[in-house]
Every structure is written in structure tokens, then in C-alpha cells.
């Protein structure tokens, strides 16, 4: 009873409150349900879909393969097309993959810096060891931190989110719509999703796989508009997508040809 009604007041009250100081004020909470949808701006993820995943894992499941241990984000974004959460990805980095499975699905980006040797890592550079991390026992992963390059890790991330912050309207605050709104044909390494926002369709496209693939894709009575990839904002539309890449084709739709009534 607490949680179904009294906490659920709590933060709308608290949120009032704050919003009467700073209208730009937000509260951000970890996990999310439809109760507390009216109070709380942004989530920290931590519920099923937006958990860290993997490119071999997605792929996989891309093409009718062993789905494993496969988190489903298209149920948890298809529920909720307009909520804006982070990934959870606990680690001072981002890899690559994680970093195009954000933009895929219109999630945020996190850089999570828990411990010590996080911190040592993001502002001196210094590679941490398991020993470093004494007895805590949810440890980052140690040897993704050890494995991957640390400037081009971090260089690939900050392209990502300048690219998702310039095509805001549709990879932010536009409506995830998962596989409807267009056709794909193409390779199946390749994973597409639409995001609408008014007249604006956006194609987000991500090869999961390692070798160059084929793609195209159309959207019903509308017009194609323009290709980009991070780094590049006038990319090929359908010329092969490299491996672990990805590129965002926009469309305008026309207006409806039925009078209105």
C-alpha cells in the first residue's frame, strides 16, 4: 500500500515542489513502472531490456539463432516508446557495441564511476587491476577496462552521443516504433528501428555483424531526406555498412490525401 499509493504522492509532491523553483528541475530514479511515470523525467536503467547486452547476442538473435540470454529491449521500448532511460553498463567505459545498441534504441548513455580505480582510470589513464577493487563484489568488468584501448574507446563514445544529440528530434525525443513505420531488406547481421516525430521517419541501422553488409530500406508514402553516420552527415544511404556501424536515414512523409471531414 505504501509503494501502490503513499511513495507515488510522495514524489509527485516533490516534483511540484521543485518544478515551483526551477521549472527545469528533474528527478532521475533507478527502475521504472507506470505509477511513477508522471513524476520522475529520466531512469537509470535497471530493468529488463536495458541491462548490458552484446553484438553476438543481438546478431544471434537476428538471425534465428540461440537467443541465450537475450534481455528483449524491443518489448521494454515498444511498452514504453516515450521514456527516456540510460543503459546499465557498469563500467568506466563504453565499448562499441553497447555504445551502437544505445543508439539503436533510443536509450541514454551512462559512464559509471563507482570506485576508486573508476576514477583513477577516467582522470589519469591508469588500467585497473582485480586486486585494485579490494572486496566489492559487483566489480566493473576488469578485463574489458584492461582490453580495450582507452582514448579510442572513449573517442567512439563522445561521437556516438554528439551524433544522438545532433538527430535529437528523432533518437531522443522522437517515438521508438521498433520494426513498423518501414521495410528493411538487406543483410541480417543488420538490426533497424524506426523513430517518428511528426512528419520526420528516422531508419537506425546497426550492423551487429563483422563483415560490410548490404542494406535498404523504404517508408511508405514519404520522401527520402538524408543519411548520416557519426562523423559523417552526408553518408551514402545504401552503400554497404561497415562492421560495427551505424547510419540513421530520414524520411519526410507527405501529407495525407483524405479530406477531412
Not at 1 to 9: H, L, T, V
Not at 90 to 96: A, F, G, H, I, M
Not at 162 to 169: T, V
Request: glycine share 6%; hydrophobic share 35%.
Amino acid at each position: 500500500m505504501s509503494y501502490e499509493a503513499d511513495r507515488k504522492e510522495l514524489l509527485r509532491q516533490i516534483s511540484d515542489e521543485m518544478k515551483k523553483i526551477n521549472p527545469d528541475f528533474i528527478i532521475m530514479t533507478e527502475g521504472f513502472h507506470d505509477a511513477i511515470l508522471d513524476s520522475i523525467t529520466c531512469f537509470h536503467g535497471c530493468v529488463h531490456g536495458v541491462f548490458q547486452n552484446s553484438a553476438p547476442n543481438i546478431a544471434q538473435r537476428l538471425t534465428g539463432g540461440v537467443q541465450g540470454d537475450s534481455l528483449y529491449p524491443e518489448m521494454m521500448r515498444y511498452v514504453y516508446p516515450d521514456v527516456e532511460s540510460t543503459i546499465r553498463f557498469p563500467s568506466p567505459l563504453v565499448d562499441r557495441p553497447m555504445a551502437n545498441y544505445t543508439l539503436a534504441y533510443g536509450l541514454r548513455y551512462e559512464i559509471e564511476s563507482r570506485y576508486m580505480p573508476d576514477r583513477d582510470y577516467l582522470l589519469e589513464g591508469r588500467v585497473p587491476s582485480v586486486e585494485d577493487y579490494g572486496l566489492v563484489l559487483s566489480k566493473p568488468s576488469v578485463d574489458l577496462v584492461r582490453t580495450l584501448p582507452r582514448e579510442k574507446t572513449a573517442a567512439y563514445a563522445r561521437s556516438a552521443t554528439e551524433f544522438q544529440k545532433k538527430h535529437a528530434d528523432l533518437l531522443m525525443t522522437g517515438r521508438f516504433t521498433d520494426t513498423e513505420g518501414f521495410t528493411f531488406s538487406g543483410d541480417k547481421a543488420v538490426l533497424a528501428k524506426g523513430f517518428e516525430n511528426g512528419t520526420r521517419f528516422g531508419v537506425l541501422l546497426w550492423n551487429t555483424g563483422g563483415m560490410p553488409a548490404a542494406v535498404n530500406a523504404k517508408v511508405p508514402n514519404a520522401d527520402f531526406v538524408s543519411a548520416a553516420e557519426p562523423g559523417n552527415e552526408n553518408a551514402e544511404a545504401f552503400c554497404e555498412l561497415a562492421p560495427q556501424s551505424v547510419r540513421l536515414l530520414v524520411w519526410r512523409k507527405r501529407a495525407s490525401l483524405t479530406p477531412s471531414k
